[in-house]
């Protein structure tokens, strides 16, 4: 017996389409891999995020995307867009790694009234953002239940939940979701100390944080840094926080600059086979598709677009 | 207003146990925060794993602590003790770090038959123990539903699911679950080449894959380490692999030289106070506690023993 790649045969597998585990039933569309999904999307499934509502994160080790989500956040969102313009975090870092939850980034110092960075032209106090009303606001659901909440899917193409009974909708803690900071009081945030997902999906804090946007690119430049020591993840030293050279908006960055990047539409016939596709995993490694997935399982793919620009 | 800590201040909260949020309905328990409930915890709440299950993993940053599960995997922990004791992990290396899935480790030339490390008198092949008969396992289940399996909870202090239809049992890929890696046949593991899940749980690969024991101390080391490049995380440059100075079985080492490690057993009253603290959390920060918790949220907790020795 070859032994093969093991673990790594399973994606591998899953990347490179191998055939089917069984026939689907008559009249039923193939059921396909992911690979298969993505190989058939056209144009149109794919999505540029706004400019105005893309940051870039710079770190030494390179650059994370980061898009704004102001359908669910807009105050906060305005105040980012107005510290990113005033070079709020150019200068500051990321002063905790806490292990199995969050990166959490902006001044080290802001908790000290003598040393804090001043915010500039941005609001020192905003109200909570930590849902809205579930009108108006278009939302794909998923088939599968979740625990957390009564439905969950995706809007905007942010992974979301919605209650029915109140009218409520907000964004979700999945792996990557960026929130705003605060104290203990529910409107003490002002978006200057950011925090990003990085573990199991704490979902226990939503509706109880302003989530604002998304890292669609470079989370692994955040994961993988050092946890800080103590339970909180926070590194009393500053020397071994990570420098944050600069965030920027897109928009304020000339447009040979910007970084080309598309999402996945998460409104599509395509995003539907997709996310069936990671249900049930259609490839010889996967003995038992599982039939399900939760909603922070679902990555939601990015691509460089190839319209020979690059 | 003075600007506090920000999330942090949710875990210091959550840490520091202040006041409740409101006094419980007339007859039933007050509610506790999580610290109270371990604060509160007899020496009888804490077991300490076997030497005989329990691995130390020696990398350059520290000691990585893993217990195996013979209940649900006793060919692979079978095989796991004597490559253990036939040193065939000394010298081998972490050669993948998979963002938001995985890291494996084990002898990076198992594929390739003119490289591979011999096994020595380990066996070379295994069944699949991807599940076992529900029957004969004392199962403590969770309140809270899951989308993934029938039922959740606790066996043998490992996250676990159960299927009462079909009588199987298996255990759940939660974050620091150790797996054995395999090829595309079910039957194509040998215990040598093992992965620990670092992001999101997989459960897709419940059923999938032999589950064979979990990380209870230092998965730091393990999840921060560096994303290899490409899709699958794999370092092909055998530079960047993490080295793997040696796996050891605790029972192995002389009774003094062995970790002190205790584990909050999952079959107790305190053991459910405590997933309720994680359910509902009980602390000023939190203005709508979630009244659920997944399985994958639910960290056990783990301590050095204070009696004196140390």
């Known amino acids: 017996m070859t032994r093969s790649s093991l673990l790594t045969a399973a994606l591998a597998a899953t990347l490179l389409a191998p ?26 499934d794919w999505r540029t995020p706004d400019p105005a509502d893309t940051l870039y994160l710079d770190l030494e080790a390179g650059r994370v995307v980061i898009e704004l989500a102001p359908a669910f956040a807009p ?20 002063y905790r790694s806490h292990d199995n939850f969050v990166v959490q980034f902006g001044d080290a110092d802001a908790d000290d009234g003598t040393k804090a ?19 108006g606001l278009a939302f794909h659901a998923l088939p599968d239940r979740d625990g957390w909440a009564p439905e969950v899917g995706f809007a905007n193409g942010f992974p979301a939940a919605r209650d029915g ?3 409520r909708a907000w964004m979700a803690h999945c792996y990557g979701a960026l929130g705003a900071g605060r104290g203990n009081e529910a409107d003490s945030s002002n978006g200057a100390e950011l925090y990003v997902v990085t573990g199991q999906s704490p979902r226990q804090l939503d509706r109880n944080m302003s989530v604002v946007g998304r890292v669609i690119r470079g989370m692994e430049l955040l994961s993988a840094l050092p946890r800080g020591p103590g339970p909180l993840g926070v590194y009393d030293d500053p020397a ?11 928009a304020d960055v000339p447009e040979a600059g910007r970084e080309r990047i598309e999402v996945l539409r998460t409104d ?33 793919p990015e691509r460089t677009p190839q319209d020979g620009r690059g």
Chains 1, 2 share one sequence.
């Open 19 to 44: 055939a089917l585990a069984a026939d689907p039933p008559a009249g039923t569309a193939a059921p396909r891999t992911t690979q298969e999904v993505l190989d058939a999307s056209a144009t149109s």
């Open 268 to 300: 599509t016939d395509t995003f539907d086979a997709y996310v069936e596709s990671r249900r049930n995993r259609r490839d010889t490694f996967y003995k038992r598709p599982a039939g399900h997935v939760d909603l922070c399982n679902i990555a939601i």
């Open 117 to 135: 960075k001043p915010l500039g032209r941005a609001k020192t106090a905003l109200p909570a953002e930590f849902e809205r009303d579930a009108r």
């Open 75 to 94: 105050d906060h969102v305005e105040n980012i867009r107005t510290l990113a313009r005033g070079g709020f975090w150019n200068g500051t870092s990321v």
């Open 240 to 250: 071994r926080r990570t420098p944050i050279r600069a965030i920027t908006l897109a």
């Open 165 to 167: 009974a109140d009218g």
